[in-house]
Structure formats: C-alpha cells, structure tokens
C-alpha cells in the first residue's frame, strides 16, 4: 500500500485550527493509501496558531497513529512556498494538501480512488467541475470571479482546467520530485504553475468535483488584490514558458533556505 503525507500550509487561523484539529482527530480514512504524516506549515503566522498546534500534536499523533510534525517559520512566503516546503521534506509515495479550514473535507479521497490505481501524478478538486456541490455557497459576486478567472487562466496559458485555485490537490513523488524544483510561484499563483506544468509536460492528471463549504468569516481572499495578483501571475507563467525557464533546473527549497525555521 501507497504511503501519503497530508500537508495543511497555514497563516493566521487561529481562530480555526481547533475545529480543523478536531476533526482530524476523528479518524483519516484514506482509500488504498495509508497515512504516513501530518506537516502543518506555519507559514509566518502572527497569532496563536503555532501555540494551538503544538498544545494539540500529541492528541492528534495519539489519535491518528501516525506522525505529526509542524514546521514554522517567518516571516510569510506565501501558500505556494509552503506546499512546496513541506512536498519537498516529505519522503511519501503521495502528498495531499488541503486548506486549513478543511472546506473540501477529506471524504472527497475517496472519489481518488480509481486514479491513484491508475497512478496519476496530479489529482484535484474542482469547485466548479460538473457535480461539485457546495453544501455552503459563495456569493454571486465571487462565483462569478472564480468562473471568470478560471477562463481567463485556460485561455491565456493555453490548458484547461474548471478550478485551478481549489486547496485540495493530490501529487505523486514522481511530479514533486520533477516538478516541485522548477516553480517559482509563492503565493496563490502555485496551483496554476503546478497544473499548467504539470499538463504541458505530459503528466497524467485529472480534475474531481468535490463536496465543499465556503466559510465567509475568516476567509484570506481578497478579491480585487487578489485577481490583480493572480492576472500578473497568470502572464508570469506564460511568459516563463515561453522563454524556456521551466527547462532549467532551480534550486529546490530546503530548511537551510529559511531565514528563521523551528520544528515541532
């Protein structure tokens, strides 16, 4: 059986990270892989979120029976670096990471299944895919953003994808050991270099609807800052494509390359 690394990047949920930790506490059931980590990425946080995670991490390990490691450091990269980060250490067949809210639950593994028997190198979920279903919507307003940038994105990098942006993505060793080096996004841009890389390179992947919740209250998005960024990025890609910067290898993100680091 497959081994697989869950990692949740983190910055500021504090006010959050007791109820994500509580489910997790809950049972992971994981469809032919078996839980080999848990990393939280404390990516810069200011408030008690490292606090909250270490107090819980023996609770958590107890209940899981598996490994348990938190990783923070300062100050703030972004949710790309993290992933990246924590990909990187990571020894598992697979990694799995998830936003911190859990607002695509880890039920949706389940609907993973087929591919990973396949063995696909990037599976994700998809908020907009046909049969995705929000059990607690977005507003119009960012529905129809979301929509719109998923377009934008497709048709300016030239591959498709129904939701680029969704915090629930599946790599295999093979794409974070091929891949992983040569991304050079660290913020929200991340899940658009991974897909658009990973697709142009000829990787299996495939696109999941997924059961999903919006939760308004806390959310880190900011839509006018946010879509400036994300269209900056969006030609950032291309234009590094185009002038053959993902042919040549980069240096991958280690420890060392962390101003300041701790490791619970």
């Known amino acids: 059986m497959k081994s697989l690394t869950i990692i949740i990047p983190l910055y500021n949920e504090g006010e959050r990270i007791v109820r994500t930790l509580n489910i997790l506490k809950k049972g992971v059931h994981l469809p032919g892989l078996f839980l080999d980590q848990i990393i939280f990425i404390d990516d810069g946080s200011t408030d008690r979120t490292v606090k909250k995670l270490i107090a819980a991490k023996n609770a958590l390990k107890s209940a899981l029976k598996t490994r348990v490691t938190i990783i923070s450091y300062s100050p703030n990269r972004g949710r790309g670096y993290a992933i990246r980060f924590g990909g990187l250490i990571s020894k598992s067949d697979y990694v799995l ?3 911190g809210d859990l607002s695509i639950p880890l039920s949706n593994l389940k609907a993973f299944e087929k591919f990973i028997s396949y063995k696909y190198d990037l599976i994700f979920g998809s908020k907009k895919k046909s049969g995705a279903k929000a059990v607690i919507p977005r507003s119009f307003l960012r529905k129809t953003v979301g929509y719109g940038h998923s377009l934008f994105a497709s048709l300016v990098l030239g591959v498709f994808a129904w939701d680029y ?4 993505k599946l790599f295999s060793r093979r ?3 091929e891949i992983f080096p040569d991304l050079t ?9 991974v897909i658009f890389l990973a697709k142009k390179l000829g ?13 308004e209250n806390g959310s880190k998005v900011k839509l006018l800052r946010d879509i400036l960024r994300s269209v900056k990025e969006i030609f950032t890609i291309k234009y590094y494509w185009l002038m053959g ?10 420890p060392t390359k962390v101003s300041a680091y701790s490791v619970y």
């Not at 996004?185 to 270099?193: A, K, L, P, S, V």
């Open 97 to 99: 990471y998830i936003d």
């Open 165 to 168: 942006q969704g915090g629930f």
């Open 175 to 177: 794409l974070i050991r």
């Open 185 to 193: 996004i660290d913020r929200w841009g991340f899940d658009m270099e």
């Open 203 to 215: 990787y299996q992947s495939e696109e999941i609807p997924v059961v999903w919740s919006h939760f």
């Open 245 to 254: 910067r993902y042919t040549q290898s980069v240096p991958s993100i280690s």
